[in-house]
């Protein structure tokens, strides 16, 4: 069974940095795109960052261009967000999402507050 395990997550003050990840398992991350999403609280899904199977192409949402690094590890088989200078508005459940046949992982909370 295909899963995605997201961790890293957690609460930090405005302008710190967080590392999430997500390692996969019955599949590997370079066989396909794979993406962050995020749901702040009482807001929908937001696509912020996808990086494509080859690791060739990278997206950002404006809201976290610039900010925000998606990367992957082909040995280890897990994908990563650098979050830095975060922002009270980064708030929300980060979730790790394959996308084609598409699977998504639990999430994991990151709190940005002062």
């Known amino acids: 069974e295909v899963q995605l395990v997201e961790s890293g997550g957690g609460s930090v003050q405005p302008g710190e940095s967080l590392r999430l990840s997500c390692a996969a398992s019955?599949?590997?991350?370079?066989?396909?795109?794979m993406s962050w999403v995020r749901q702040a609280p009482g807001k929908g899904l937001e696509w912020i960052s996808l990086i494509s199977s080859g690791g060739d192409s990278r997206w950002y949402a404006d809201s976290v261009k610039g900010r925000f690094t998606i990367s992957k590890d082909k040995v280890k088989n897990i994908l990563y967000l650098q979050m830095n200078s975060l922002k009270p508005e980064d708030t929300a459940m980060y979730y790790c999402?394959?996308?084609?046949?598409?699977?998504w992982g639990q999430g994991t909370q990151v709190t940005v507050s002062s």
């Open positions: 019955r599949f590997t991350v370079d066989t396909y795109d």
């Open positions: 999402v394959r996308e084609g046949v598409t699977y």
